[in-house]
């Protein structure tokens, strides 16, 4: 086997979208599951669609999920530059070769020529495609032009007659009619290659051993493949992977919610869960397995397990797999993760907290509101909430002055089970159901109505914290 050299080719045009990555990660995987190295190479010769902090938002991405990158702009490697703007006289000296093999041209058409051929061969019901008209030129035409300084492009000149054969490891072999592909683009007049020259030069000079790309790439390939026939060179195995839709089968966009792994990060998705959920989208192992972490993937991952229908980005699941991670984590892996989410606290109180809450939150972003009852001196809320269904004013009054006196007991609330047999002896002598004498106990010492569970709430949040919010909830109904 050649050496595997996969490569992840973004624009820095803004924050990666999630389905980009998931390429991102198809590659990576296929990296590291046979050894071969992971490429990041930057696709830049657009400029007009670049945002100033591109490449820092490309780079991010792919360190939120650990998908580190062997060769790339910020690390180099044997085949750099890796950012194609860096690159600029390679793809001149590629298009010069061309010219000279008679097998691409100069073009000197401009925009408003251009407008006019397409408005009339879309009058004609044609296809809009270049019309040929500067690769017929004879030597004196063109020499005028050049004379007259007009500028110009380089255009691939395709082959009118004949079949090419495209090869798609996910989709297939298709044969296309060279007379249907376009006389592209390969140069602009301000000497930026296109990305159809771009990809294939670098591809070809990095040694990419495995193409792999989004499928809405297709339309381009009869070009690249045309034009690595036109260079002579072997064409790499492509393969182009699923588009990843939201839940109503269109392309997923900001519509859907969050589209940057960033972002995931920020709202509290781990990035086990992250990874395992991307690598689904378009990859499946057999028709159960769901729960993959990193290492298994790079053992499993195979590129005849790639699928060909569209991938939906299921939010749901992504949830349920990220509730599965977050309650496999250690309570001390726990605490240093929910830490940023909970700035107020220290790493004790957290991980105290960990066995609470663990269970109780799909995402990180949803500890505050489960735990900041804890750090608020006193607490804000309606009375009214003391009391709960069947209870009047009176019977929650006598709830928490029984538990008061319960509790006022005990120097420490450790010994939670002891605290909670006692409370629930308290609740049967007054007559009330558990649920009524513990939910305005609960709200007393919480201001809610969830909680963490409430004996440990109350050993946390500590005994003279804890009879405060009772004496101050009992005040609250004695003047209501
Ligand atoms: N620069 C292209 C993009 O941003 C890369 C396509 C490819 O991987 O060939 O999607």
């Not at 495609?129 to 255009?155: F, I, Q, T, W």
């Not at 000149?157 to 079949?163: I, L, T």
């Not at 569209?310 to 830490?339: T, V």
């Not at 029984?402 to 939670?416: I, M, N, P």
Request: proline share 5%.
């Amino acid at each position: 086997m050649t050496d595997i050299r996969v490569r992840f080719a973004p624009s820095p045009t803004g924050a990666p979208h999630v389905g980009n990555i998931r390429t991102a990660l198809f590659g990576y995987l296929w990296a590291r599951h046979t050894g071969g190295k992971f490429i990041l190479r930057i696709e830049d010769t657009d400029q007009a669609r670049e945002v100033e902090n591109g490449l820092e938002l490309i780079l991010e991405s792919l360190r939120v999920l650990g998908l580190q990158w062997d060769e790339g702009p910020d690390v180099g490697g044997p085949y750099g530059p890796y950012e194609q703007s860096k690159r600029l006289p390679l793809y001149q000296e590629h298009t010069a070769r061309l010219i000279a093999q008679g097998q691409a041209y100069y073009c000197y058409c401009t925009e408003e020529r251009l407008a006019r051929m397409r408005a009339d061969q879309k009058a004609r019901g044609e296809q809009t495609r270049y019309d040929y008209h500067c690769r017929n030129l004879s030597e004196a035409e063109r020499a005028e032009r050049e004379r007259a300084g007009a500028p110009k492009v380089v255009r691939l000149a395709v082959p009118r007659g004949g079949k090419t054969t495209l090869r798609d490891f996910i989709h297939g072999d298709l044969t296309i009619e060279n007379k249907n592909v376009d006389d592209q683009v390969l140069l602009k007049s301000d000497g930026f290659p296109t990305y159809h020259l771009a990809v294939v030069v670098d591809d070809h000079l990095m040694k990419i051993s495995h193409v792999m790309r989004g499928d809405d790439w297709i339309p381009s390939f009869p070009k690249h493949v045309l034009l690595y026939q036109a260079f002579g060179w072997d064409i790499p195995p492509h393969g182009h992977l699923p588009n990843v839709l939201g839940p109503d089968k269109k392309k997923l966009s900001k519509r859907h919610g969050a589209t940057s792994v960033m972002q995931f990060r920020d709202e509290g998705y781990l990035t086990e869960a992250l990874l395992n959920f991307l690598a689904r989208l378009g990859w499946s192992y057999d028709d159960k397995s769901e729960v993959f972490a990193r290492d298994q993937l790079i053992d499993l991952f195979t590129l005849d397990k790639i699928e060909h229908a569209p991938a939906i980005f299921d939010l749901a699941k992504l949830d349920w797999l990220n509730g599965y991670y977050i309650r496999a984590l250690s309570d001390d892996d726990f605490a240093a993760r929910a830490a940023p989410f909970v700035p107020q606290t220290d790493a004790a109180t957290l991980r105290a907290l960990a066995p609470l809450t663990k269970e109780r939150v799909k995402k990180l972003n949803e500890i505050p509101a489960l735990v900041d009852f804890l750090f608020e001196e006193d607490l804000e809320y309606d009375p009214q909430t003391l009391i709960g269904k069947g209870m009047d004013a009176a019977s929650a009054l006598a709830a928490l002055r029984a538990a008061r006196a319960t509790l006022d007991k005990h120097v420490s609330f450790d010994d939670e089970e002891k605290i909670e047999a006692e409370l629930r002896a308290d609740a049967e002598k007054l007559g009330m159901k558990n649920l009524q004498f513990f939910g305005a106990l609960r709200v007393a010492v919480t201001g809610k109505t969830v909680s963490p569970p409430l004996m440990s709430s109350m050993r946390i949040l500590g005994r003279e914290k804890t009879l405060r919010r009772i004496a101050r909830a009992i005040s609250a109904l004695e003047y209501l």
